[in-house]
């Protein structure tokens, strides 16, 4: 299917039964609700639902006239509450929403009066128009400040909340000495109003660059209109400020170098389920977080649309962390006997995590294993026992990319949610969608593109259909201890310095 926007709304109002409720799956409204933001912003869709409210029949009688009228209004009210609590906490970022569903809710409450069929979706549309009264939107913007790009400090161990686009949070901001500036900036704020900041703390007047920089030195200028800058950050990287004639010298800081010394002291004595369930308990947190919006944002480009992906960047960032997690305990354990109980451990944990339905870090960890940097260790892998060799070769064949990951797909299928599913392949689908299809032909949307994505959306949904029981941890002597470890590991993620580690455990073989 493909046609203009509005032929594409008023072809899926004209179709919608009326017999089924707003919350009821409906894959073409669905299709709609979740991907008008690419074809039908709200600033176009609001205003041509309420053309449609309005619409009357041209001829019939009376009575016909009036069915088509009432009829008109339901489906824009059926529509307006699908999309609404979709919308959920955006609401409060767009006043275009906010303003039609009031305006709506006005007209409605005048119809339900003579017009029954209206009075019964009345109380869905007052209840969510009385999550965000006027004063409740003022104080809700200013609820919350979130604490150094999400890197370091205490906001790990505090239980996840969504980050919103109008949050604030405060970023530490490095310069070429290495000293630093702290800045409080909303989540969205730009390239350019960063170095603002920065340069006014500092009493600067000099041309500021603002830099992404890595552990191994790679170096991003970031621009000046892009949003939220911070997310641009690898697991260790840094925000920096500089003149231009700085800019070859800029050097990373010592902190992002990563550990010198692993912690497998740490951990060896917690129970390998211990640590499976709470690494699920903080995904599952991370993951309930990622609105579905900001997994089109990302497959589209958060910049085009002037929103914040933080809440699925920071789920992301968890998967590469594990995964470094691994290799980098391995590298840093200089003793042969020592490693060869690391992979045991690393393997048991893994097991526990896909018991635990937890995908995402159950792959991380053996993608973790599979770094060259720990793959290479053949005096490490020699020594592991056999029953071991055979787990792990199970869980590396869930890896096979052949067939579209076929064998991964499969065993997925076979899970009831909870899921916390492998979301790298995920992005991958959406990226692949994206690119092999245009958005627009001849002027027109591609709807068939839209329901794909809106598809692989739904998996996501699937996914957190169900809850995930807290109550389920197991019995352990030191929850909180396992719990502050797994919220805070400490990683290096510089690939060259793990092969040098690599080298040093085990030379190359002549």
């Known amino acids: 299917m493909s046609g203009t926007p509005e032929k594409i709304l008023e072809h899926l109002l004209e179709t919608m039964r009326l017999d089924i409720h707003f919350s009821d799956p409906d894959p073409a409204l669905d299709d709609f609700v979740l991907m008008h933001c690419v074809f039908m912003p709200n600033s176009q869709l609001c205003p041509a639902l309420l053309a449609h409210y309005h619409s009357q029949a041209s001829q019939g009688s009376e009575q016909e006239r009036m069915d088509y009228a009432v009829a008109s209004k339901r489906r824009v009210l059926n529509l307006a509450l699908r999309w609404a609590n979709l ?65 370091s400090g205490e906001e790990r ?51 500021l660059l603002l830099i992404s920089l890595s552990s191994c030195g790679e170096k991003q200028i970031l621009k000046p209109n892009d949003v939220s800058v911070f997310q641009s950050l690898g697991v260790n990287g840094r925000l920096f400020v500089c003149t ?26 917690m129970s390998s389920k211990d640590l499976a369930f709470q690494m699920t308990l903080y995904d599952w947190e991370l993951f309930s977080c990622v609105h579905e919006y900001e997994l089109v944002y990302h497959t589209f480009g958060r910049q085009a649309y002037r929103r914040s992906t933080a809440n699925l960047d920071l789920f992301l960032r968890r998967f590469n962390q594990v995964q470094l997690w691994v290799v980098t305990e391995v590298s840093l354990c200089g003793t042969l006997s020592k490693r060869v109980q690391l992979l045991k451990k690393f393997i048991k944990i893994a097991a526990h995590c ?21 793959s290479r260790l053949s005096q490490t892998w020699e020594k592991l026992p056999s029953k071991f060799k055979k787990f792990y070769a199970e869980f590396e064949s869930l890896l096979d990319p052949s067939r579209n990951h076929r064998v991964y797909r499969l065993t997925v299928a076979k899970m009831e949610p909870p899921i916390i599913p492998f979301m790298p392949l995920l992005i991958k689908d959406m990226t692949f969608t994206h690119e092999g299809n245009k958005t627009f032909v001849d002027g027109l949307v591609n709807f068939e593109k839209m329901r794909l994505i809106a598809n692989t959306i739904r998996a996501v949904r699937h996914c957190r259909s169900q809850p995930f029981n807290v109550e389920a941890s197991p019995a352990s002597k030191n929850p909180q201890e396992v719990r502050n470890y797994v919220r805070q590991l400490s990683v290096i993620d510089n690939q060259r310095t793990l092969s040098q580690l690599s080298f040093r455990l085990e030379p190359r073989r002549t």
């Open 244 to 269: 231009r004639e700085q800019l070859d010298s800029l050097a990373s800081l010592p902190e992002q170098e990563g550990p010198s010394t692993g912690s497998m002291s740490s951990f060896e004595l």
């Open 157 to 207: 161990l505090a239980k996840k909340h969504p980050i919103r686009s109008f949050d604030d949070i405060l970023l530490k901001v490095y310069c070429s000495d290495h000293t630093y500036t702290t800045i409080r900036v909303p989540v969205l704020a730009t390239g350019r109003e960063v170095t603002a900041a920065v340069a006014d703390k500092l009493g600067s007047t000099e041309e």
């Open 354 to 374: 896909r018991e635990f339905r937890n995908l995402n870090s159950f792959f991380a960890i053996i993608m973790g294993m599979c770094n060259p940097a720990v």
């Open 87 to 151: 919308q959920a906490h955006h609401l409060l970022e767009d006043d275009t929403a906010l303003s039609f569903l009031e305006e709506l809710y006005g007209f409605v409450s005048n119809d339900a009066r003579v017009l029954r069929p209206l009075r019964e979706l009345l109380p869905e549309l007052e209840k969510i128009i009385r999550q965000y009264p006027d004063d409740a939107r003022t104080s809700q913007k200013k609820y919350k400040v979130l604490l150094r790009q999400f890197s």
